[in-house]
C-alpha cells in the first residue's frame, strides 16, 4: 500500500470572518501528481500555505507523511516553489548556484550553511533544469524562464519526496512551459516523487497530473481525470464546449 503523503481533514479557514477555505478533505498518496484548479481567490494557495504550516486553519487536522503538521519537523523531504517568487529585485546580489544551494538550508541545524558536500547536489540540481552554463550568473539579470528554473532547481536540490509547486508556469513561454511540465512527468514517473500543483493551466493539466482537486473554497471535485472529463463539476467550470475540447485533447 502507497504512503499517505498528505492527507487534510475538514480544514476550514476565514480570513477576517471571509471563508477561504470550508471544510476540505483530501489524501495525496506517494507517486500521485496531483493538479489544484480552480478559478481566481478559490483558496488554492491559502490551502498549499495551509500544507506546509505557513497558515493557520481555524479547524481541521493536517497530516505530513503521517505525522502531524504540528510535530512534522522533516522539511528536506518537500521542495516548494511559492507563487510570483520570479520576481527579483535586478540587483539581488546572488548567484544561480548560491539560490540553488539556498534549498538545502531547510533539512540543517545552526550554523545553515552549504558544505563541500553539497556541491555535488547542487551540480545535479543544475544539470537537471539545464542551467549548468548560468551557474555563475546572478539570478537578477536572468529571463523570467531562466528565473523560474532556477527556482524550481532550488526547490529539487534536496531531492524532496514532496513537491509543491504554486502556479509555476506563469512566467513562462509556451515552450519552456513544455519543458517544465516534462521534467515534472519525468520526476514522478522515474523517482517516484509527489506532486502536487496549482495551476491554471486548467485545459492541459489533464495531460499531466494523475489526480485532479477542483477547489472552490471547497472541494467541488477530487478524482482521476477521466472521471472528472464529462462529470456535472466540469461542464460548470468549463462549459460544455470546452468541455468537449479539453476531454478529446485528454
Ligand atoms: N493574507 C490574507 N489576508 C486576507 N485575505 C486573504 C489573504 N490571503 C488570501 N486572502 C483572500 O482569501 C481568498 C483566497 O485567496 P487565495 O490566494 O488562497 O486564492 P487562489 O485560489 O490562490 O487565488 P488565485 O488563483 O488568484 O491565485 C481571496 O479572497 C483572497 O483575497
Excluded at 4 to 22: F, I, K, N, P
Amino acid at each position: 500500500m502507497s504512503l499517505t503523503v498528505v492527507d487534510v481533514r475538514d480544514v476550514s479557514l476565514q480570513y477576517h470572518g471571509a471563508e477561504a477555505l470550508r471544510e476540505v478533505s483530501f489524501a495525496v498518496a506517494e507517486g500521485d501528481y496531483v493538479g489544484i484548479v480552480g478559478p481566481n481567490g478559490s483558496g488554492k494557495s491559502t490551502l498549499i500555505r495551509c500544507l506546509l504550516g505557513l497558515a493557520r486553519p481555524d479547524r481541521g487536522a493536517i497530516e505530513l507523511f503521517g505525522s502531524p503538521l504540528a510535530a512534522f519537523d522533516q522539511w528536506h523531504r518537500i521542495g516548494y516553489l511559492p507563487q510570483g517568487l520570479q520576481y527579483f529585485n535586478p540587483h539581488f546580489p546572488a548567484t544561480v548556484a548560491e539560490v540553488v544551494g539556498l534549498g538545502l538550508l531547510a533539512g540543517k541545524r545552526f550554523p545553515r550553511r552549504v558544505s563541500r558536500d553539497d556541491r555535488g547536489a547542487i551540480d545535479r540540481a543544475l544539470e537537471l533544469m539545464g542551467i549548468g552554463p548560468i551557474r555563475d550568473r546572478l539570478i537578477g539579470d536572468l529571463s523570467g524562464g531562466l528565473r523560474q528554473r532556477t527556482l524550481l532547481a532550488r526547490a529539487l536540490v534536496s531531492e524532496p519526496e514532496l513537491l509543491v509547486l504554486d502556479e509555476p508556469t506563469t512566467a513562462l513561454d509556451p515552450e519552456t512551459r513544455e519543458s517544465f511540465y516534462h521534467i515534472l512527468r519525468q520526476l514522478n514517473r522515474e523517482r517516484r516523487t509527489t506532486v502536487i500543483l496549482v495551476t491554471h493551466d486548467s485545459g492541459t493539466i489533464g495531460q499531466y497530473a494523475s489526480r485532479l482537486l477542483y477547489l472552490d473554497k471547497r472541494v467541488v471535485f477530487y478524482g482521476g481525470f477521466d472521471d472528472f472529463c464529462g462529470s456535472a463539476e466540469m461542464s460548470d467550470f468549463f462549459g460544455i464546449h470546452s468541455q468537449h475540447l479539453i476531454c478529446h485533447r485528454h
